[in-house]
């Protein structure tokens, strides 16, 4: 498969729990987007990497939230002790980064928090 | 703050018809537009990107782009009731994919047989 591939496709934590969201771009691709969408709400960008760098971090969260896109493995959006607001869908996307080329997604993680 | 702006619906269009959906954006600096596709439950699918002023056709679809007017829509010619889902309208300030994008609460459209 040479989509984005995102694992887990669905995660349940309790609140206070830490979770942890990977995401493969596609072959060829080195740039990664993470987006968040609340149930009944738009897609909302949180942040986006290229390799051992975060470009653009503006949609992200003070607290809690973090991600990384190590020169090896997927790219990790970590969320620290999850509250009950962190229940959503989170979708990544990558994109060559070069030209026109638009992103594509992967088929996301369903968040829920008990 | 960068706004998209797209009527909620629900769109309603016989089967056979032409859907018309349309976009509104709040950044003079956009450069690179984008209309995806989601079905309930799914992943956003990209179905056009238009980075100038005028029409791109792709099969049924036609993506129109109006810079002066801050305006995009996505015709879907001949619908069909595979068709029926929720179409986003994407923005980003980039010339390409390498920025951020900015997306509408989306379109609901219905393709009625």
């Known amino acids: 498969n040479a989509g984005v591939m995102q694992n887990p496709r669905h995660l349940v934590r309790r609140r206070g729990q830490e979770a942890r969201l990977r995401c493969s771009p596609m072959k060829g691709h080195s740039h990664v987007y993470w987006y968040r969408q609340l149930p009944e709400e738009g897609l909302k960008f949180m942040v986006y990497?290229?390799?051992?760098?975060?470009?653009?971090e503006s949609g992200m969260p003070k607290e809690r939230f973090s991600a990384e896109f190590p020169k090896e493995g997927p790219s990790i959006l970590r969320i620290q002790q999850v509250v009950r607001g962190d229940s959503a869908a989170y979708f990544c996307?990558?994109?060559?980064?070069?030209?026109?080329?638009?992103?594509?997604f992967g088929d996301g993680t369903r968040l829920s928090i008990l | 703050q960068k706004e998209v702006e797209q009527n909620s619906g629900p769109l309603s269009v016989p089967e056979g018809a032409i859907a018309s959906l349309n976009c509104t954006y709040s950044?003079?600096?956009?450069?690179?537009f984008f209309w995806y596709r989601q079905y309930s439950g799914k992943s956003p699918e990209l179905i056009m990107s238009?980075?100038?002023?005028g029409d791109k056709e792709d099969g049924r679809f036609t993506a129109q782009l109006n810079k002066a007017s801050q305006y995009v829509s996505l015709l879907i010619r001949d619908s069909q009731p595979s068709d029926s889902a929720t179409y986003l309208c994407?923005?980003?300030?980039?010339?390409?994919?390498?920025?951020?994008?900015?997306f509408g609460k989306g379109t609901h459209l219905i393709i009625q047989p």
């Open positions: 990497l290229q390799k051992e760098n975060i470009i653009d």
């Open positions: 994407a923005v980003n300030d980039s010339g390409g994919g390498a920025d951020g994008l900015t």
């Open positions: 996307a990558s994109s060559p980064g070069t030209g026109s080329q638009p992103q594509h």
């Open positions: 950044d003079r600096g956009s450069q690179s």
């Open positions: 238009i980075y100038s002023n």
